[in-house]
């Protein structure tokens, strides 16, 4: 169990709803970090957040957007949902320096 | 360019075989290595990591791997392997703010 903790676990839904994904880092993590993973692209990232503030952008859709609240708690908010949007979403979180821990993922299915 | 190549993709081996897996990098800057573990519908786990100091780092279940600045590789090593090890091991390069993940290569096991 590396800390981090996401939920849902599975979440179902269909073609142009909205979902959103929640993270809770490690203790005392600032960093947050969310990757998609699918068959056809791998691991993808996505964005980070660093204590409340945007720290860098990856291939991330503007369908797409994320946040860290004060509690350091992310979301990770997809709309216009489309089918290839079904995958796993990892959460990460580190400290400081590179060392990312992983949390157990949301699989989204988009139908 | 930063990238991450994992060449193979595929890997099949009988238990207590040797085991390596490739790794090359291209990156500006200091580099911060990784190779991150993913067992079958789990989370991606730490390995091993190099940041600095001695080039042949030693992780968790008996891996290990080696830097070789001239190369631009970062091979993983592991001299038996077991059943258990059946997993999708992914490289990765990076720094506080990102990190960039190799394709993946998938490791099946004969028992």
């Known amino acids: 169990d590396s800390g981090v903790t996401q939920t849902p676990k599975h979440l179902i839904t269909a073609t142009g709803q909205r979902v959103t994904l929640r993270c809770s880092p490690r203790?005392?993590?600032?960093?947050v970090y969310w990757y998609q993973q699918s068959l056809d692209q791998g691991l993808q990232f996505l964005i980070q957040?660093?204590?409340?503030?945007?720290?860098a952008k990856g291939n991330i859709l503007e369908r797409f957007s994320a946040q860290q609240f004060p509690d350091l708690h992310s979301e990770l908010n997809l709309s216009s949902l489309e089918l290839g949007d079904s995958a796993l979403y990892f959460c990460?979180?580190?400290?400081?320096?590179?060392?990312?821990?992983f949390g157990p993922g949301t699989r989204l299915t988009v139908l | 360019a930063q990238s991450v190549s994992q060449h193979n993709h595929h890997v099949i081996l009988s238990e207590a075989a040797s085991l390596e897996l490739g790794c090359n990098y291209s990156?500006?800057?200091?580099?911060?290595l990784f190779w991150y573990v993913q067992y079958p519908g789990q989370h991606l786990q730490l390995l091993l990591k190099?940041?600095?100091?001695?080039?042949l780092v030693k992780g968790i279940k008996g891996f290990e791997a080696e830097f070789i600045k001239s190369k631009f590789s970062f091979n993983l090593r592991k001299p038996s392997v077991q059943w258990s090890d059946t997993a999708e091991y992914f490289c990765?390069?990076?720094?506080?703010?990102?990190?960039?993940f190799g394709s993946g290569t998938r490791l099946s096991i004969r028992p």
């Open positions: 990460a979180s580190s400290v400081k320096g590179a060392t990312q821990y």
């Open positions: 203790s005392g993590d600032l960093s």
């Open positions: 957040y660093y204590n409340g503030e945007e720290r």
């Open positions: 990156y500006g800057g200091t580099v911060n």
């Open positions: 190099y940041f600095s100091g001695d080039p």
């Open positions: 990765a390069v990076g720094d506080a703010s990102k990190i960039i």
